[in-house]
Protein backbone atom coordinates (compact mmCIF):
# COMPACT_ATOMS: atom_id res chain seq x y z
CA UNK A 1 0.00 0.00 0.00
CA UNK A 2 1.23 3.45 -0.85
CA UNK A 3 1.64 5.90 2.34
CA UNK A 4 3.50 8.64 3.72
CA UNK A 5 5.24 8.52 7.44
CA UNK A 6 5.81 11.33 8.96
CA UNK A 7 7.28 9.98 12.63
CA UNK A 8 7.38 13.26 14.42
CA UNK A 9 4.41 14.97 15.56
CA UNK A 10 6.56 18.05 16.39
CA UNK A 11 10.31 19.34 16.00
CA UNK A 12 11.76 21.55 18.58
CA UNK A 13 14.70 23.70 17.04
CA UNK A 14 16.23 26.81 18.60
CA UNK A 15 16.79 30.41 16.29
CA UNK A 16 20.00 30.17 14.20
CA UNK A 17 20.24 26.23 14.64
CA UNK A 18 19.64 23.58 11.62
CA UNK A 19 16.47 21.86 11.34
CA UNK A 20 15.18 18.07 9.96
CA UNK A 21 11.65 17.17 9.73
CA UNK A 22 11.62 13.62 8.41
CA UNK A 23 9.44 11.53 6.05
CA UNK A 24 9.47 8.67 4.83
CA UNK A 25 7.25 7.08 1.73
CA UNK A 26 5.93 4.11 0.43
CA UNK A 27 5.39 4.08 -3.28
CA UNK A 28 5.46 1.67 -6.23
CA UNK A 29 7.81 3.13 -9.26
CA UNK A 30 9.48 6.36 -9.22
CA UNK A 31 8.20 8.73 -6.36
CA UNK A 32 7.56 12.16 -7.30
CA UNK A 33 7.50 13.99 -3.47
CA UNK A 34 6.43 17.14 -2.56
CA UNK A 35 6.38 19.06 0.89
CA UNK A 36 4.05 21.75 2.06
CA UNK A 37 3.57 24.37 4.82
CA UNK A 38 0.95 25.39 6.64
CA UNK A 39 0.85 28.46 8.85
CA UNK A 40 -1.51 29.27 11.79
CA UNK A 41 -5.35 29.91 9.53
CA UNK A 42 -3.95 29.53 6.07
CA UNK A 43 -4.20 27.20 3.48
CA UNK A 44 -1.18 24.84 2.82
CA UNK A 45 1.59 26.21 0.59
CA UNK A 46 3.52 24.44 -1.75
CA UNK A 47 7.39 24.31 -0.66
CA UNK A 48 9.17 22.06 -2.93
CA UNK A 49 9.44 18.85 -4.88
CA UNK A 50 11.43 16.07 -6.50
CA UNK A 51 10.39 14.61 -9.75
CA UNK A 52 13.90 13.33 -10.99
CA UNK A 53 17.05 14.39 -11.16
CA UNK A 54 19.51 16.07 -8.10
CA UNK A 55 18.68 14.18 -4.86
CA UNK A 56 18.71 17.57 -3.42
CA UNK A 57 16.28 19.82 -3.79
CA UNK A 58 16.12 23.32 -3.44
CA UNK A 59 12.74 25.33 -2.77
CA UNK A 60 11.30 28.04 -0.88
CA UNK A 61 12.51 30.34 2.30
CA UNK A 62 15.77 28.51 2.36
CA UNK A 63 14.46 24.88 2.71
CA UNK A 64 15.72 22.05 0.70
CA UNK A 65 14.91 18.30 0.84
CA UNK A 66 17.30 15.27 0.24
CA UNK A 67 16.06 12.62 -1.78
CA UNK A 68 16.80 9.27 -0.40
CA UNK A 69 15.90 6.35 -2.78
CA UNK A 70 17.77 3.72 -0.77
CA UNK A 71 16.26 4.85 2.66
CA UNK A 72 12.87 5.79 0.94
CA UNK A 73 13.17 9.08 2.75
CA UNK A 74 12.81 12.77 1.81
CA UNK A 75 13.59 14.47 4.66
CA UNK A 76 12.93 18.82 4.65
CA UNK A 77 15.75 20.76 5.63
CA UNK A 78 17.44 23.84 6.78
CA UNK A 79 20.96 25.36 7.92
CA UNK A 80 19.19 28.20 10.36
CA UNK A 81 15.61 28.23 11.71
CA UNK A 82 13.68 31.08 11.69
CA UNK A 83 10.96 31.67 14.40
CA UNK A 84 9.16 32.57 11.38
CA UNK A 85 9.58 28.93 10.34
CA UNK A 86 7.07 27.87 12.60
CA UNK A 87 4.43 26.24 11.42
CA UNK A 88 2.91 22.72 10.19
CA UNK A 89 4.69 20.92 8.00
CA UNK A 90 3.26 18.16 5.61
CA UNK A 91 5.09 15.58 2.96
CA UNK A 92 2.84 14.00 0.40
CA UNK A 93 3.48 11.46 -2.57
CA UNK A 94 2.03 11.07 -5.72
CA UNK A 95 -0.41 8.08 -5.87
CA UNK A 96 1.21 5.85 -8.67
CA UNK A 97 -2.10 4.33 -9.07
CA UNK A 98 -3.67 6.93 -9.20
CA UNK A 99 -1.88 9.66 -11.13
CA UNK A 100 -4.19 12.75 -10.04
CA UNK A 101 -3.83 12.18 -6.34
CA UNK A 102 -1.25 13.15 -3.65
CA UNK A 103 -0.96 11.09 -0.50
CA UNK A 104 -0.41 13.15 2.87
CA UNK A 105 1.02 12.52 5.66
CA UNK A 106 -0.47 13.33 8.90
CA UNK A 107 1.80 16.46 9.47
CA UNK A 108 4.84 17.68 11.36
CA UNK A 109 4.53 20.77 13.94
CA UNK A 110 7.94 22.74 13.67
CA UNK A 111 8.43 25.17 16.81
CA UNK A 112 11.18 27.54 16.65
CA UNK A 113 12.38 28.89 19.98
CA UNK A 114 14.44 32.17 20.23
CA UNK B 1 -2.92 35.12 -10.36
CA UNK B 2 -5.43 35.56 -7.35
CA UNK B 3 -4.82 32.11 -6.49
CA UNK B 4 -7.24 29.49 -5.22
CA UNK B 5 -10.70 31.77 -3.52
CA UNK B 6 -12.83 30.25 -1.66
CA UNK B 7 -15.96 31.51 0.23
CA UNK B 8 -17.21 31.60 3.10
CA UNK B 9 -14.06 31.54 5.35
CA UNK B 10 -16.03 31.09 8.15
CA UNK B 11 -19.12 29.51 8.58
CA UNK B 12 -21.20 28.63 11.38
CA UNK B 13 -24.06 27.18 11.71
CA UNK B 14 -26.50 25.12 13.59
CA UNK B 15 -27.07 21.09 12.92
CA UNK B 16 -29.46 20.41 10.01
CA UNK B 17 -29.19 23.15 8.29
CA UNK B 18 -27.64 23.31 4.80
CA UNK B 19 -23.88 24.01 3.69
CA UNK B 20 -22.33 25.40 1.02
CA UNK B 21 -19.04 25.62 0.12
CA UNK B 22 -17.63 27.90 -2.86
CA UNK B 23 -14.67 27.48 -4.38
CA UNK B 24 -12.87 29.37 -7.33
CA UNK B 25 -9.59 27.72 -8.93
CA UNK B 26 -6.84 29.32 -10.76
CA UNK B 27 -7.88 30.37 -13.92
CA UNK B 28 -6.33 27.58 -16.77
CA UNK B 29 -6.08 25.03 -14.03
CA UNK B 30 -8.09 21.41 -15.36
CA UNK B 31 -7.98 19.73 -12.08
CA UNK B 32 -9.84 20.74 -9.11
CA UNK B 33 -9.71 18.89 -5.23
CA UNK B 34 -11.64 18.84 -2.29
CA UNK B 35 -10.47 18.34 1.11
CA UNK B 36 -10.82 18.07 5.31
CA UNK B 37 -8.78 18.47 7.70
CA UNK B 38 -9.64 17.88 11.67
CA UNK B 39 -7.38 17.01 14.03
CA UNK B 40 -8.16 13.86 14.62
CA UNK B 41 -7.94 12.60 10.50
CA UNK B 42 -5.71 15.13 9.11
CA UNK B 43 -5.88 15.77 5.84
CA UNK B 44 -8.52 13.85 3.80
CA UNK B 45 -9.16 14.02 -0.01
CA UNK B 46 -13.18 13.70 -0.28
CA UNK B 47 -13.11 14.41 -4.06
CA UNK B 48 -11.70 15.70 -7.39
CA UNK B 49 -12.71 17.19 -10.51
CA UNK B 50 -11.16 16.80 -14.22
CA UNK B 51 -12.50 19.22 -16.55
CA UNK B 52 -15.60 19.87 -14.27
CA UNK B 53 -16.00 15.73 -13.81
CA UNK B 54 -15.98 13.99 -11.31
CA UNK B 55 -13.05 11.34 -11.32
CA UNK B 56 -13.17 10.13 -7.57
CA UNK B 57 -15.29 10.58 -5.03
CA UNK B 58 -14.56 7.65 -2.81
CA UNK B 59 -13.58 10.28 0.20
CA UNK B 60 -16.93 11.82 0.48
CA UNK B 61 -17.94 9.98 4.03
CA UNK B 62 -21.79 9.70 3.35
CA UNK B 63 -25.06 11.05 1.24
CA UNK B 64 -25.00 13.93 3.08
CA UNK B 65 -21.88 15.18 1.08
CA UNK B 66 -22.66 16.42 -2.57
CA UNK B 67 -20.27 18.29 -4.97
CA UNK B 68 -20.72 20.06 -8.45
CA UNK B 69 -18.49 21.71 -11.01
CA UNK B 70 -20.92 23.51 -12.95
CA UNK B 71 -18.08 25.33 -14.84
CA UNK B 72 -14.19 25.43 -15.06
CA UNK B 73 -14.32 28.62 -12.56
CA UNK B 74 -16.36 27.51 -9.92
CA UNK B 75 -17.31 24.47 -7.77
CA UNK B 76 -20.06 23.65 -4.44
CA UNK B 77 -19.07 21.54 -1.49
CA UNK B 78 -22.88 21.11 -0.08
CA UNK B 79 -23.98 19.06 3.24
CA UNK B 80 -27.36 19.01 4.15
CA UNK B 81 -28.45 17.97 6.82
CA UNK B 82 -25.23 18.69 8.52
CA UNK B 83 -23.75 17.74 11.75
CA UNK B 84 -21.64 18.71 14.32
CA UNK B 85 -19.26 15.84 13.22
CA UNK B 86 -18.60 17.81 9.94
CA UNK B 87 -17.30 20.91 12.05
CA UNK B 88 -14.14 20.93 10.53
CA UNK B 89 -11.82 23.29 7.87
CA UNK B 90 -12.52 22.56 3.80
CA UNK B 91 -10.02 23.05 1.81
CA UNK B 92 -10.40 23.44 -2.03
CA UNK B 93 -7.31 23.11 -4.09
CA UNK B 94 -6.29 23.21 -8.09
CA UNK B 95 -3.34 22.19 -10.52
CA UNK B 96 -2.87 21.93 -13.84
CA UNK B 97 -2.27 19.16 -16.06
CA UNK B 98 1.37 18.51 -17.21
CA UNK B 99 2.60 20.53 -14.34
CA UNK B 100 4.17 17.65 -12.21
CA UNK B 101 1.21 17.17 -9.73
CA UNK B 102 1.79 20.11 -7.86
CA UNK B 103 -1.31 21.40 -6.34
CA UNK B 104 -2.38 24.63 -4.78
CA UNK B 105 -5.06 25.48 -2.13
CA UNK B 106 -7.05 27.82 -1.06
CA UNK B 107 -7.12 29.49 2.33
CA UNK B 108 -9.95 27.29 3.66
CA UNK B 109 -13.50 27.58 5.05
CA UNK B 110 -13.58 26.73 8.78
CA UNK B 111 -16.95 25.01 9.58
CA UNK B 112 -18.47 24.71 12.64
CA UNK B 113 -21.82 22.76 13.09
CA UNK B 114 -23.42 23.72 16.57
Known amino acids: AQSVAQPEDQVNVAEGNPLTVKCTYS??????LFWYVQYPNRGLQFLLK??????LVKGSYGFEAEFNKSQTSFHLKKPSALVSDSALYFCAVRDSGGYNKLIFGAGTRLAVHP | DAGVIQSPRHEVTEMGQEVTLRCKPISGHDYLFWYRQTMMRGLELLIY????????DSGMPEDRFSAKMPNASFSTLKIQPSEPRDSAVYFC????????????FGPGTRLTVL
Open chain 1, 50 to 55: YITGDN
Open chain 2, 49 to 56: FNNNVPID
Open chain 1, 27 to 32: VSGNPY
Open chain 2, 93 to 104: ASRQTGFSDTQY
